[in-house]
């Protein structure tokens, strides 16, 4: 009787372990991107929305992001501000390659998981989720 309760024990256990959490598909989608965007948290403001997103890229490398779109539906609102780095002044990444930056954008509304951000740099354009 012991076996057969361990056996049920070890059977539920083993099961609980094979559960893993979603992967995270919040990064962009280009392989040939400067740096990946991870968004991390909406918060309403007086003015608008906050939104925080890490940029990840390769360590000790230097980056200019001129300006930030935020596109709805057929929408696209420009960000008014930028808390991390400047607009069109280079920054480079830390040696952990992680930067984080708070956009503000005078949109009203729920953000609905299809919005986009699109940052206009120095080398080209780089799209992605605007949440998660």
Known sequence: MKALRFAAIML????????????????VNQLDAEFNVIPDKVTPTDGGIRISVCLV?????????DSVDL???????????????????AFQFEDTGVQVVELDFPFAG??????????????????????Q
């Not at 539920?12 to 990064?27: I, M």
């Not at 299809?114 to 989720?129: M, Q, R």
Request: glycine share 10%; charged share 20%; proline share 8%.
């Open 57 to 65: 890229g390769i360590p000790s490398t230097s980056q200019r992001i």
């Open 110 to 131: 729920k953000l609905p998981k299809t919005a986009t951000l699109t940052f206009h740099t120095s080398k080209g354009d780089v799209v992605a989720p605007a949440r």
């Open 71 to 89: 596109t709805v539906g057929d929408k696209v609102v420009k960000a008014t501000d930028i808390d991390g780095i400047d607009f069109e002044r």
């Open 12 to 27: 539920l256990a083993g099961g609980a372990a094979f559960v893993a959490p979603a992967p995270a598909a919040a990064q």
